[in-house]
Nanobody, 121 residues
Framework: VQLQASGGGLVQAGGSLRLSCAASVRTFGTYAMHWFRQAPGKEREFVAAITSSGSTYYADSVKGRFTIARDNAKNMAYLQMNSLGPEDTAVYYC????????????????WGQGTQVTVSS
């Protein structure tokens, strides 16, 4: 499984970005998709996840601002990020878990290369 994250960039505080994750796997719909992030000097943290059935989960820090979605027909996962603040600055990684009915806030089976999100104040 190969994951390709894209859509990062520089945005002002209060702005929005949409991250995309393209997956090269025939059975994409069976995987639980996750987004993690890692800020400079900090450990990687869970951001959001969506199961194979479409149930969504969010870190408290992004709840109400971020939305995770998936398009199984296109083998794509997305992270819509609104009301961004400097605290959201990080490298964002998409990840896939083979057990599609469960999420994992600490690890995953497959990882993308990451996309940088920088929010200026």
């Amino acid at each position: 499984v190969q994951l390709q994250a894209s859509g990062g960039g520089l945005v002002q505080a209060g702005g929005s970005l949409r991250l995309s994750c393209a997956a090269s796997v025939r059975t994409f719909g069976t995987y639980a998709m996750h987004w993690f992030r890692q800020a400079p000097g900090k450990e990687r943290e869970f951001v959001a996840a969506i199961t194979s059935s479409g149930s969504t989960y969010y870190a408290d820090s992004v709840k109400g601002r971020f939305t995770i979605a998936r398009d199984n027909a296109k083998n794509m996962a997305y992270l819509q990020m609104n009301s961004l603040g400097p605290e959201d600055t990080a490298v964002y990684y998409c990840a896939a878990k083979r057990m599609g009915t469960m999420i994992d806030k600490t690890s995953s089976d497959y990882w993308g290369q990451g996309t940088q999100v920088t929010v200026s104040s």
